[in-house]
């Protein structure tokens, strides 16, 4: 199984759905691969409230994506390890997270590395509401497993 690992702060709302959802259509849209998130800076969360957003939650419902948040777990954090497992990677938004990768992960944003990691540009809730973001995630989403199937 291949894996494509999601990165956001906090790993509480932007990586979270694209995690859920993609594994969700990936049984049958894009067999053989998976998918796993991470928060670049989990504690930069602080005012995060539970285990997951409940924009994420709602919007999976509302995709067909049978989730409970009371059976979420906890955001994790990013580890080296998870990037040297990761076949693809996608960081959610450039602006924010190319910073935050070169302050705690400097190897991956190197000339060699920096290949490996996907930027998309999905805005956190200061600058784009759960009902922009989301739908941009899933078009995104969409997009990169059909890249993955062709490939």
Known sequence: MRTVLFLCTGNYY?????EELFNFRARADC???AAASRGIAVDLGHANVGP????????LRERGVAFERG???APLQ???ADLEAADHIVALKYAEH??????????YVTAQEAPRIEYWRVDDVDAMTPDEALPLIEEEVDG????LRAA
Do not use: E, N, Y
């Not at 932007?14 to 694209?18: E, G, I, P, T, W």
């Not at 997951?52 to 919007?59: E, G, H, L, N, S």
């Open 98 to 107: 190319f910073p935050l990768m070169g302050k705690r992960f400097p190897s």
């Open 31 to 33: 067999a053989g691969w």
């Open 78 to 80: 990013l580890q080296i």
């Open 52 to 59: 997951i957003a409940m924009a994420t939650v709602k919007a």
């Open 14 to 18: 932007r990586s979270r759905f694209a």
């Open 71 to 73: 059976d979420a777990r």
């Open 144 to 147: 990169l497993m059909r890249r």
